[in-house]
């Protein structure tokens, strides 16, 4: 056998299998073939005839694991790499990626964003920068099994046992494996769109474990595969490839979203057998157990002792229902909470809240991002001079909305973009003392996102930093998925997000209380 390494890609309904092709070709410096499989489609146009390249065409579709073992069996190649059907890889990426690759190891490359519409890797040239951004990635955790997530339509939803970026989700960025040097390194896990290893080890690990079904969980069986067999994973950083992912970019004239049907019950049952397999220790070649897995690189959602976290919770779909209808008899009616005559834009829940943590904290200055008609900032006002010590507003809107409502002397009303610079240090220049913070402007989540980098730094310890609109009545709304980036960041470590709002239960600034500490 010689040393040529074998490029599986399974596709199916893909559009740049192609351009995938092209660029393994034009980046291999040594001997390969690419064993790409048509799974139930023929490409249109067709694929360009190469000596390099063999086509296996599927007339129904079997699967994404099917497809690689069916590659994989007829492969020459000491080596085997699979590859998803819509990505780049770097010049030379095989001779590196066999010159450290030791037998019972399985290997991934860096892994960069793909720009779809240019097909070039993202960050390429700042890959430093790309992992600050979440666009280059080097290490990867398993989640824990109970690990849930916030979603968009719902309160919360499972989301446990699988591959996972760190930084993403629920104090991951404060277990992320330290900065270094070492351009070869282990990581406890990776996700499925490529990696490679020595053929025969592939087969002696049993190849893809077709009872996963067609798809799902392959980055957690790749990676459990290599630690629990004896073997590792490591990233090589001194290669990388480009992966697109379908959230991002989009080209001219795609709809977006998976190029196939894919039920939650195919996924769903993925994950079971995954969960009951590993989690279970039922492998029949594993020489280490799961536990001792997770105590080496002991990752976000799980304990130290190797035992799952219990469940991270978000908001009850009980107390969502709850808030949906709060919501839509409140805010879509326009029932608004009124003070002297003027909205507030909260529930009569929020209000009360106000009142009791500005009597509790004392602040001398409370910055509100989102003047809108006023109330807002008048209620601050007179309950600092009513329960507080003679604090200040400052108040800020990117235009005057106060309509007949008079200015009140005692509040500084700015008008201005709260991203802008000049609207930041504005703001830095007027407070002092100890100062809380109440981000109620753009909902939008990037924008939400800069009022956080910009006025998280403004809060004092002891403090409270208030984000309203988390949610709104058809679950996590931008400021919430704001609020979870921002709990991630080195700044927001800074914070604690506490359960004021469930006094309650209910009200747009549930999920939002967060105080520095």
């Not at 699967?63 to 020459?76: D, F, L, T, W, Y």
């Not at 976000?300 to 190797?306: C, E, H, I, L």
């Not at 409370?366 to 604090?391: H, N």
């Amino acid at each position: 056998m010689s040393d040529m390494l074998s490029v599986l890609i399974p596709a199916r309904n893909e559009l740049f299998l192609q351009k995938t092709i092209d660029c393994v070709l034009e980046a291999a410096e040594e001997d390969i073939e690419i064993i790409a499989v048509c799974d139930g489609y023929w490409p249109s146009p067709g694929i360009k005839d190469d000596p390099r390249v063999i086509l296996i065409h599927h007339t129904e579709p079997r699967g994404q694991r099917q497809s690689i073992n069916e590659a994989a069996k007829i492969a020459r190649g000491k080596y085997v790499m699979k590859l998803d059907a819509h990505c780049s890889v770097g010049p030379g990426f095989d001779r590196i990626l066999k010159a450290d690759c030791e037998y019972d190891w399985t290997v991934v490359p860096r892994m960069h964003n793909l720009d779809i519409t240019t097909f070039k890797a993202k960050y390429l040239d700042d890959p430093e920068q790309g992992i600050r951004r979440g666009k280059v990635h080097d290490y990867m955790y398993i989640s824990g099994p109970k690990h849930v997530k916030p979603m968009p339509t719902k309160g919360s939803q499972p989301y446990g046992f699988r591959a996972m970026y760190y930084g993403k989700y629920a104090g991951a960025a404060t277990k992320k494996p330290k900065k270094n040097d070492k351009m070869l390194d282990e990581t406890m896990a990776c996700m499925g769109p490529g990696w490679f290893m020595h053929k025969d080890r592939f087969w002696e690990l049993g190849g893809c474990d077709e009872k996963h079904g067609g798809w799902g969980q392959q980055g957690v069986e790749v990676s459990l595969k290599a630690w629990l067999s004896g073997g590792k994973l490591m990233v090589n950083k001194n290669t990388w490839f480009a992966h697109w992912f379908r959230g991002g970019e989009q080209p001219k004239g795609f709809k977006g979203g998976f190029p196939y049907k894919m039920t939650g019950r195919e996924v769903s049952n993925a994950r079971k057998h995954s969960q009951d397999l590993w989690l279970g220790n039922k492998w029949p070649q594993q020489k280490r157990t799961i536990e001792w897995l997770v105590q080496k690189f002991n990752p976000a959602t799980w304990n130290g002792d190797g035992t799952p976290m219990p469940a991270i919770q978000g908001i009850s779909d009980e107390r969502m229902k709850m808030f949906a209808t709060m919501y839509r008899h409140i805010h879509k009616r326009k029932r608004d909470t009124l003070w002297r005559g003027i909205p507030l834009w909260k529930f009569p829940t929020d209000v009360t809240l106000y009142q009791e943590v500005i009597h509790e904290t004392q602040p001398d200055w409370i910055v509100e991002i989102g003047t809108a008609q006023g109330g807002s900032a008048l209620y601050f006002q007179d309950l600092l001079d009513i329960v507080g010590k003679g604090g200040k507003v400052v108040t800020v809107d990117v235009r005057g909305r106060l309509g007949e409502t008079p200015k009140d002397p005692r509040v500084k009303y700015i008008i201005g973009d709260s991203k802008a610079s000049e609207t930041v240090q504005q703001i830095a220049d007027t407070v002092s003392g100890k100062v809380m913070v109440v981000i109620d402007g753009n909902h939008e989540r990037t924008h939400v996102k800069w009022d956080l980098h910009n006025y998280a730094p403004l809060v004092t310890e002891g403090q409270y930093l208030v984000i309203e609109d988390c949610y709104i009545d058809k679950g996590l709304f931008g400021p919430g998925l704001a609020r979870d980036w921002f709990l991630e960041e080195t700044i927001g470590r800074q914070f604690k997000q506490t359960n004021r709002c469930e006094k309650y239960l209910v009200g747009m600034t549930m999920g939002g209380w967060l105080k520095r500490i």
